[in-house]
Nanobody
Framework: QVQLVESGGGWVQAGGSLTVSCAASGRTSTSYAMGWFRQAPGKEREFVAAITWRGGATYYGNSATGRFTLIRDNAKSTVTLQMNNLDLEGTAVYYC?????????????????WGQGAQVTVSS
């Protein structure tokens, strides 16, 4: 069992920046990928970004490409999502997830453990 705890997020004006972090504990492994998803009210969970633990290869969803950066610290078992130039669509709960495999996959079904979520609110 893997436990994930998100931190960060908060409120920002459109065009601003925020960071959300995720700390993993329990039966973690450096072989598995980690991902971030977000879910806005009334919408489906959306893939944001994912990273492989070992190689550090990253994969971004359309909403994140060019604006977000995902980094990981294997020594601390953390992944951090740096979000720049946020727009109003960035308002959502951001969830950290632990993958069932080594590939940085975009589907929620590819992840078996989830954090409680961190709220991000972007205002005009």
């Amino acid at each position: 069992q893997v436990q994930l705890v998100e931190s960060g997020g908060g409120w920002v004006q459109a065009g601003g920046s925020l960071t959300v972090s995720c700390a993993a504990s329990g039966r973690t492994s450096t072989s598995y990928a980690m991902g971030w998803f977000r879910q806005a009210p009334g919408k489906e969970r959306e893939f944001v970004a994912a990273i492989t633990w070992r190689g550090g290869a990253t994969y971004y969803g359309n909403s994140a490409t060019g604006r977000f950066t995902l980094i990981r610290d294997n020594a601390k078992s953390t992944v951090t999502l740096q979000m720049n130039n946020l727009d109003l669509e960035g308002t959502a709960v951001y969830y950290c997830a632990h993958s069932t495999g080594v590939v940085a996959a975009p589907r929620p079904d590819d992840y078996d453990s989830w954090g409680q979520g961190a709220q991000v609110t972007v205002s005009s």
